[in-house]
């Protein structure tokens, strides 16, 4: 399915709803997601891995409650990286052992209630963490199944990877310079912790399959340089996130299935070659699962032209609602959603309501040229890392998300109000 089509007058229609009856019962902006899209490509995934191996979505790119019990019932697992993700995880209902905890510097609280609650797989990210893992489930009388994240000199991005010898980066071991091997010893010396397997992530917004080729023949490597140091076949790797999504039309990327054959391929290449049976494949999407089901509805409130440059388009948020284009120079496309309209395009540039001029939405668009106060605009593909990543900046209440599916819609979150805002000030 597609989140966003025209409907009979050529206005918009989101999960089967007319934006303007969308926005006049939930206002503008907001987050409109289309379910069924969202459950289509949770079990593309599936489909695409099949049984033997597990489909983890990452929680960091948009999770609330209703996520997590869709995940559940499409038969999906859940990455989550802060306590935060995890009490989201474990209130919508996932079953633990399907949780997967994440990050760099988990907390011992966050340690503690991920061993108690009897998530499935803790994914270790440093020497000083596996001490500090296996003591809190020494202390709680369990023996937890972790993963160690590698870092495989790999880093890819879009179009292109580099493989480098030496990682400046602060996630995970280092293969290069026996740091990974290590921890292994390490976590085998653990009588608290089960390790199951290897963990790698290479970046995000992945388009070619090459940088996971080599990071999973690196991470084959590692597991046979296992088996020959200790005897022990780890029956686990786990190949990250990443794969890209279309922004713009000019983005071409890979389909699950690709991305599915693509892996097992290369892993099940690089365990023959090195006499491994073939261990249980994990993947972690986040932005290929939800990205692409949301769409971020705004309305026009000031219209501005520079003569001989570009009209600029001031919409009612911005940057605390996508921090993408300002953070990473990141490109969306924008369409005219209340209405169509002959008028020939015009350059604009689609920019928030906040006090900077780094306040971008969409830095290059073509709108036609009789946009005007009162017109709804739509950026697509807004829902992964948007709400995520959303702020209170300039003490701007967060867009509400609201889920439609079969011509009904629903709020998952709503929107922030000023009450909200001054809640927390107690001062
Ligand atoms: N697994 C791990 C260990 C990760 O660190 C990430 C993303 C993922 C999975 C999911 O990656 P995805 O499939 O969504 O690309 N906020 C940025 C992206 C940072 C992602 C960090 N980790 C953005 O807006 O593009």
Redesign the pocket.
């Known amino acids: 399915p597609r989140t966003a089509r025209r409907g009979p007058d050529g206005a918009l229609t989101i999960g089967g709803v007319d934006v303007r009856a969308l926005v006049e019962e939930f206002g503008t902006p907001a987050y409109f997601l289309d379910e069924e899209d969202f459950r289509a490509r949770c079990r593309a995934w599936r489909d695409a891995f099949g049984p033997d191996a597990d489909v983890f979505y990452?929680g960091?790119?948009f999770l609330c409650r209703a996520v997590v019990r869709w995940l559940t019932e499409e038969g999906l697992n859940l990455?989550v990286?802060s306590g935060g993700e995890l009490a989201t995880a474990l209130a919508g209902g996932m079953p633990a052992d399907r949780i997967a905890l994440?990050g760099n510097n988990k907390s011992a609280a966050e340690i503690e209630r991920a061993v108690e609650a009897g998530v499935g797989r803790i994914?270790l990210d440093s020497l000083q963490e596996i001490e500090r893992v296996a003591a809190t489930a020494r202390r709680l009388g369990r023996r937890q199944r972790v993963q160690l994240?590698v870092t495989v000199g790999v880093e890819a991005h879009t179009h292109e990877f580099i493989a480098t010898a030496h990682e400046d980066q602060k996630?995970g071991l280092a293969l290069a310079g026996g740091q990974a091997a290590d921890g292994v010893r390490r976590v085998l010396a653990q009588d608290s912790l089960e390790l199951a397997g290897v963990?790698s992530?290479i970046g995000?917004?992945i388009f070619d399959t090459a940088g996971f080729e080599v990071a999973a023949h690196r991470v084959v490597g590692l597991l046979k340089a296992i088996r020959d140091e200790h005897g022990l076949e780890l029956p686990e790797i786990d190949l990250?996130?990443?794969?890209g999504i279309a922004y713009t039309p000019a983005d071409d990327p890979r389909e699950p299935h690709e991305i599915a054959r693509a892996l097992r391929d290369i892993v099940t290449r690089e365990c023959d070659a090195a006499g491994l049976a073939r261990p249980r494949l994990s993947v972690?999407?986040?932005?290929?699962v939800v990205g692409p089901t949301a769409v971020t509805v705004y309305e026009v409130g000031t219209t501005k032209e520079l003569p001989g440059l570009r009209t600029y388009v001031s919409v009612d948020g911005g940057m605390s609602d996508n921090i993408?284009t300002a953070?990473?120079d990141?490109e969306y496309s924008v369409a005219l959603a209340s209405r169509t309209s002959e008028a020939p395009p015009m350059l604009t540039r689609v920019v928030g309501k906040h006090c900077e001029s780094g306040d971008i939405v969409v830095r290059d668009a073509h709108l036609p040229a009789d946009t005007a106060v009162g017109d709804l605009l739509a950026v697509p593909a807004t829902g992964?890392?948007c709400r995520s990543?959303a702020s209170n900046y300039n003490h701007v209440a967060r867009p509400p998300v609201v889920a439609v599916r079969d011509g009904r819609a629903r709020v998952l979150l709503r929107r922030e109000t000023e009450e909200d805002l001054l809640r927390l000030d107690v001062g």
Do not use: I, N
Not at 284 to 288: N, S
């Open positions: 990452a960091k790119a990455d990286c994440h994914v994240r996630f963990h992530h995000s917004q990250g996130g990443g794969l972690e999407p986040g932005r290929a993408r953070l990473y990141a992964a890392y990543m």
